[in-house]
């Protein structure tokens, strides 16, 4: 089982990235997933998910607007798309799974991939 995330980068504030967090060993729309970040010295912070029925999408008061959630569930692939990066975007993202949106919600996960560098920095 794991969950590998990728696209992380150095982008400018005002830019934009995609993630990407592909699984493998278990079924994603099984699942509550979605992203976790890690700044350093701070408190993890629940940044987006979706529930296994896709009805609920969470996002962080940080992100709205400016992050996109997205799911394919063929390519058992999960996706952050973040625009208009600020500096206190920068962390580890992580993505991490629950049998249900409140377990996530909760920081109780099931499976937790490793994390991607983001560092948004002029």
């Known amino acids: 089982v794991q969950l590998q995330a990728s696209g992380g980068g150095l982008v400018q504030p005002g830019g934009s990235l995609r993630l990407s967090c592909a699984a493998s060993?278990?079924?994603?729309?099984?699942?509550?997933i979605g992203w976790v970040r890690q700044a350093p010295g701070k408190e993890r912070e629940g940044v987006s998910c979706?529930?296994?029925?896709?009805?609920?999408?969470y996002y962080a008061d940080s992100v709205k607007g400016r992050f996109t959630f997205s799911r394919d569930n063929a390519k058992n692939t999960v996706y952050l798309q973040m625009n208009s990066l600020k500096p206190e975007d920068t962390a580890v993202y992580y993505c991490?799974?629950?049998?249900?949106?409140?377990?996530?919600?909760?920081?109780?996960?099931?499976?937790w991939g490793q994390g991607t560098l983001v560092t948004v920095s002029s």
């Open positions: 060993g278990f079924t994603l729309d099984d699942y509550a």
């Open positions: 991490a799974a629950s049998r249900s949106i409140k377990r996530w919600l909760r920081y109780d996960y099931d499976y």
């Open positions: 979706i529930s296994s029925s896709e009805r609920s999408i």
